[in-house]
């Protein structure tokens, strides 16, 4: 990127905006498809045989990472719109609902999901018809339907406004310290306890300034030999 501001080529004039995510750009450029050509075979031509770059051009939709953006002329005006995007080669395989992780950890991918599509999609109706297939992903990993409605119900009252302008200044500022420990059905209930202990902490001044932050409980999975012992 360095290089490619720090050049005088002429197509730079033609980019308005530019964001990256790793490997993947998404630019608004002012030019016929023609000339955005040539700024890529430009590009391509900083560091030839290691960096190599495709393109894809449109004046009506593009997609990036996950979603769809969508220019739509409305009295003068442009208006993007928003929508979900999958790759073909995403199949959308969740957790089954039979594997041996907390309930609530399940329960959260259904929400987290949720909070997901109702972000990307500007659309009501499309939302709407993503989150019909998004339950019906989830039915086929034998997730309970009721538990599935449980978490719908929850995203019925997300503000999509809210959910991407929010800050959340004070989960910001606060570390997160993890106990992290081996998941098994039988744990004793740490996340209660330490949240009944917490004020232990805040008793001492020597652990006062951890009780500040936020604490967590943290599973891993016992990892099973790959040779029988002998």
């Known amino acids: 990127e360095k290089r ?3 050049s005088e080529n002429e197509g730079l004039k033609s980019v308005l905006f530019w964001k990256r995510f790793i ?8 030019g016929s498809r023609e000339e955005a050509e040539t700024f890529v075979n430009f590009l391509n031509s900083l560091i030839p045989g ?5 393109f894809e051009f449109s004046d009506i939709s593009i997609n990036f990472l996950d979603i769809t953006m969508k220019f739509t ?6 208006k993007i719109e928003t929508d979900l995007f999958v790759k073909p080669s995403n199949k959308q395989l969740f957790l089954d609902w039979t594997s041996n992780h907390p309930i609530h950890s399940k329960k959260s991918i259904i929400y987290s999901q949720g909070l997901r599509y109702i972000m990307l999609c500007s659309n009501k109706d499309n939302l709407q018809n993503h989150l019909a297939k998004l339950r019906q992903k989830f039915i086929e990993v034998h997730y309970p339907e009721s ?14 406004m809210d959910l991407i302008l929010k800050l959340r200044a004070d989960k910001k500022k606060k570390k997160i310290i993890p106990h992290v420990t081996t998941y098994n059905k039988k744990n004793p209930p ?3 306890w330490i949240k009944e202990l917490e004020y232990v ?8 300034k951890i009780a500040r932050n936020v604490m967590s ?14």
């Open 4 to 6: 490619v501001f720090e």
């Open 23 to 30: 490997d993947d750009i998404w630019t608004l450029f002012k």
């Open 50 to 54: 290691v960096i190599k770059f495709t």
């Open 73 to 78: 002329r409305v009295n003068d005006q442009v």
């Open 147 to 160: 538990v599935i409605q449980e978490q719908f119900l929850r995203l019925e009252g997300v503000n999509r």
């Open 190 to 192: 740490y996340k209660k």
């Open 201 to 208: 902490l805040k008793l001492n001044p020597k652990t006062e």
């Open 217 to 230: 409980v943290s599973y891993t999975h016992l990892t099973l030999p790959t040779t029988p012992y002998v």
